[in-house]
């Protein structure tokens, strides 16, 4: 299998992102992990830092690499020859916007499809909004995000993390 993408804004990236990237690198050659740069949607972590915490979580996979994704998705694909998107589903509630986005995807480059990844039950709940409140709050999220997020969390709202 050829190259996929597994695009996101990872604000953080949660251990669910971590679960549908490391499933997507068994199954093709090569997985490029796009970051989105969207600055309308004023995201906690700037796009270099999030790419460092992806990649210090996603080292042990040697077939992975990170890059920043501005503009359309479409756009970045075609300029890496990219046929596949792969994405996680977590609930049926995520299902309707993803296939919007799928189909639009479609619609603007025939050629490239998009592959649904179903979320482990574990994760099926984790959303990076819910992350950060919790950890905005002092709650503990060790169990649900990698460890250099779970730093990176705990040093920017200011909290002690184990
Ligand atoms: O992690 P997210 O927020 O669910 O990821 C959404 C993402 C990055 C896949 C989507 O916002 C996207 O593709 N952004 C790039 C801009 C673009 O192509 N928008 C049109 C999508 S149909």
């Not at 490029?32 to 270099?48: D, E, H, Q, R, Y």
């Not at 480059?109 to 409140?133: G, H, I, N, Y």
Request: net charge negative.
């Amino acid at each position: 299998m050829p190259t996929a993408l597994c695009p996101g804004s990872f604000d953080p990236p949660t251990n669910g992102h971590i679960d549908v990237i490391e499933r997507t690198a068994r199954y093709f050659d090569d997985v490029v992990v796009g970051v989105t740069v969207n600055p309308s949607k004023k995201p906690l972590f700037s796009t270099a830092e999030r790419i460092e915490m992806l990649d210090l979580s996603l080292a042990h996979l040697d077939n992975v690499e990170l890059a920043s994704l501005d503009g359309l998705l479409v756009d970045f694909a075609a300029r890496r020859d990219i046929r596949v998107v792969v994405k996680g589903l977590r609930a049926v509630s995520d299902f309707e916007y993803e296939l919007q986005m799928a189909q639009m995807n479609s619609a603007l480059r025939p050629e490239l499809d998009t592959f649904f990844v179903v979320a482990k039950p574990e994760w099926a709940f984790l959303s990076s909004s819910l992350v950060k409140e919790v950890a905005r709050y002092g709650g503990s999220v060790e169990h649900l995000v990698p460890a250099p997020v779970a730093k990176a969390l705990a040093d920017r709202f200011g909290v002690a993390s184990s």
